[in-house]
């Protein structure tokens, strides 16, 4: 599926990547499934959905537990327009299929030393473990630098691609 994302990104270096690039495993954030879901989010809503289709359909789409939790609480009380806690567990039981990690004590171990190396949140740090341990290339969100690498995996936001 061709994206309807302004297509490309470019890193520092001069790098560029597309969202259509032939890459691996790719993370997805909470807010951007968020976004994928909640009807009230206008043009995010309609990137995030694309996003989330085309790795459906590539089968490269990765998450984890935390994501699945924390996307739970956003999308049925936190958006404009909530969903009922039923419609979230049938999109949580579909992300299921997605490739999915469940940290454990030395990932979360892991995600401290992320966060105090590179001053991030501790729950932005766990993300970045998973996606690691996923051997993601990508990690799709809005919470940090487009184009930051931290533990190999680079930091897309899906909505300032340009």
């Given at each position: 599926m061709?994206?309807t994302l ?9 790098e560029q990547?597309?969202m259509n690039d ?6 997805v954030d909470?807010?951007?499934?968020v ?6 989010a ?13 790795l ?5 789409g990765?998450i ?6 924390e996307?739970?609480?956003?999308i049925v009380?936190?958006v404009?327009?909530p969903?009922?806690?039923e419609?979230a ?6 992300l299921?299929?997605?490739?999915l990690?469940?940290p ?5 171990l892991e995600?401290?030393e992320?966060?105090q190396?590179?001053e991030?949140?501790f ?5 970045i473990?998973?996606?690691?341990k996923?051997g ?6 809005e919470?940090?630098?487009t184009?930051?690498r931290?533990e190999?995996?680079?930091?897309l936001?899906?909505f300032?691609?340009d």
């Amino acid at each position: 599926m061709v994206l309807t994302l302004v297509p490309r990104a470019e890193l520092p270096g001069g790098e560029q990547i597309s969202m259509n690039d032939n890459l691996r495993r790719q993370f997805v954030d909470t807010n951007v499934l968020v976004y994928a879901h909640d009807i009230s989010a206008g043009i995010k809503h309609e990137k995030a959905r694309d996003l989330i289709l085309s790795l459906w359909d590539s089968r490269r789409g990765c998450i984890s537990l935390q994501v699945l939790q924390e996307f739970y609480v956003t999308i049925v009380q936190k958006v404009a327009k909530p969903v009922a806690p039923e419609t979230a567990a049938r999109i949580i039981a579909d992300l299921g299929q997605w490739t999915l990690h469940v940290p454990d004590v030395e990932d979360v171990l892991e995600a401290i030393e992320i966060q105090q190396r590179n001053e991030l949140s501790f729950w932005d740090s766990l993300i970045i473990c998973s996606a690691k341990k996923l051997g993601c290339d990508v990690i799709w969100t809005e919470d940090l630098n487009t184009g930051q690498r931290y533990e190999g995996v680079v930091v897309l936001n899906p909505f300032h691609l340009d």
